[in-house]
């Protein structure tokens, strides 16, 4: 079974520090994904990485940046987080192709202070 | 970015009944996917579906990617209290990179 794996299920962070919100997968897939989860909204595209180093900004890619050192990791990172950060992350995973089966991980419940 | 429409938003229905809900695009879409979300938790794949027509079951849950590719519904039959959660329906554009999520029908099932 593919496994995406979110190291924190639930944070509490204050106002101005920096979060960083991993994920790895074990499917030795290509694509990953971050998103943000808020009611009424669905989910949004913060940003996406097709291979190791490589990464594309989202939808809403503002206050945030990601990071792909090793293929099966990808990381999202609040420089400096803010009230309106407070969210669901879902981080996602698929192969690069035509079948687009997309996995997710767990979420990762954020609360900024 | 673009967002699908689903309907219906939320349904309650009885245990046993059946549920019919579904998902549109002005888009067409190589992959639709259907997920179920519960509360606090990231969504789970359900059914993928590849091909214009094509009717997949997944036990109780059956799915149809529609003939247009601009449209796909899921059905569950005999609905049991585990089915209450979030439903909502994802699409691959034809250009193989972009998901597009719809914004889910939340499911009440009363005993």
């Known amino acids: 079974d593919v496994k995406v794996t979110q190291s924190s299920r639930y944070l509490v962070k204050r106002t101005g520090e920096k979060v960083f919100l991993e994920c790895v997968q074990d499917?030795?897939?290509?694509?990953m994904f971050w998103y943000r989860q808020d009611p009424g909204l669905g989910l949004r595209l913060i940003y996406f990485?097709?291979?190791?180093?490589?990464?594309e900004k989202g939808d809403i890619p503002e206050g945030y940046s990601v990071s792909r050192e090793k293929k099966e990791r990808f990381s999202l990172i609040l420089e400096s987080a803010s009230t309106n950060q407070t969210s669901m992350y879902l981080c996602?995973?698929?192969?690069?192709?035509?079948?687009?089966?997309?996995?997710f991980g767990e979420g990762s419940r954020l609360t900024v202070l | 970015g673009q967002q699908l429409n689903q309907s219906p938003q939320s349904m309650f229905i009885q245990e046993g009944e059946d549920v019919s809900m579904n998902c549109t695009s002005s888009?067409?879409?190589?992959?639709w996917l259907w997920y179920k979300q519960d509360p606090g938790e990231g969504p789970v794949l359900l059914i993928a579906l590849y091909k214009a027509g094509e009717l997949t079951s997944n036990g109780r849950l059956t799915a149809q990617f529609g003939i247009t590719r601009k449209d796909s519904f899921l059905n569950i039959s005999a609905s049991i209290p585990s089915d209450v959660g979030i439903y909502f329906c994802a699409g691959l554009d034809s250009y193989g990179q972009n998901f597009v999520f719809g914004p889910g029908t939340r499911l009440s099932v009363l005993p």
């Open positions: 888009s067409i879409f190589n992959t």
């Open positions: 499917m030795d897939h290509e694509n």
């Open positions: 990485s097709y291979d190791v180093k490589m990464k």
């Open positions: 996602a995973s698929t192969w690069l192709g035509v079948t687009g089966e997309l996995f």
